[in-house]
């Protein structure tokens, strides 16, 4: 992207590819609930058939040969039925690879502050013309950055916000 905290947002990226060890809270409750809902005679174990069920309205769309590595590991290391342990310890390091990808709130921030060079909270058209063609490296051509300021404008008040600036981001 370009926008340097500090230094701290090449950390921050380099930070991101190192594997998490704890999950979440909200990521265990979804673990929890999903679990509950596919353990099925309420025995604390899900048979390794419905496994690939629960982690698909869990929303994740194993491929044909991860299921197979998936159901090979439930038989051989549990015995066909996986615990709510042995369930978190197969689906954390699919969700931690999930969210490895997504930016924070505080680089949201960090970013935003990058082109809102005066601070005053709200980027101008000048601070938007001025931080694209920095980050771009080239001039953009007239009309440009009036046509990127509209579609990013959501209040039409002719500068961008926080909100406007994370929704920008969100849809690209």
């Given at each position: 992207?370009?926008?340097?905290?500090?230094?701290?947002?090449g950390?921050?990226?380099?930070?991101?590819?190192?594997?998490?060890?704890?999950?979440?809270?909200?990521e265990?409750?979804?673990?929890?609930?999903?679990?509950?809902?596919?353990d099925?005679?309420?025995?604390?174990?899900?048979?390794?058939?419905?496994?690939?069920?629960?982690?698909?309205?869990?929303?994740?769309?194993?491929?044909?040969?991860?299921?197979?590595?998936?159901?090979?590991?439930?038989?051989?290391?549990?015995?066909?039925?996986?615990?709510?342990?042995?369930?978190?310890?197969?689906?954390?390091?699919?969700?931690?690879?999930?969210?490895?990808?997504?930016?924070?709130?505080?680089?949201?921030?960090?970013?935003?502050?990058?082109?809102?060079?005066?601070?005053?909270?709200?980027?101008?058209?000048?601070e938007?013309?001025?931080?694209?063609?920095?980050?771009?490296?080239e001039?953009?051509?007239?009309?440009?950055?009036?046509?990127?300021?509209?579609?990013?404008?959501?209040?039409?008040?002719?500068?961008?916000?926080?909100?406007?600036?994370?929704?920008?981001?969100?849809?690209?």
């Amino acid at each position: 992207m370009g926008w340097g905290c500090s230094g701290k947002y090449g950390q921050y990226l380099t930070g991101l590819s190192a594997p998490k060890l704890q999950l979440l809270p909200e990521e265990l409750d979804e673990l929890q609930q999903a679990f509950k809902e596919f353990d099925y005679d309420q025995d604390g174990y899900l048979h390794y058939k419905d496994v690939a069920e629960c982690m698909r309205t869990m929303g994740y769309m194993p491929t044909e040969m991860e299921l197979i590595e998936i159901i090979q590991q439930i038989k051989m290391k549990w015995g066909g039925h996986v615990d709510f342990d042995d369930f978190c310890e197969l689906m954390g390091p699919r969700m931690v690879m999930e969210t490895t990808d997504m930016v924070g709130l505080p680089e949201l921030h960090c970013a935003f502050k990058q082109v809102d060079s005066d601070g005053d909270g709200r980027i101008s058209f000048e601070e938007l013309k001025e931080s694209m063609t920095t980050l771009l490296g080239e001039k953009l051509k007239k009309g440009e950055p009036e046509e990127i300021l509209s579609d990013i404008d959501l209040n039409g008040d002719g500068t961008v916000d926080f909100n406007e600036f994370v929704m920008m981001l969100a849809a690209h």
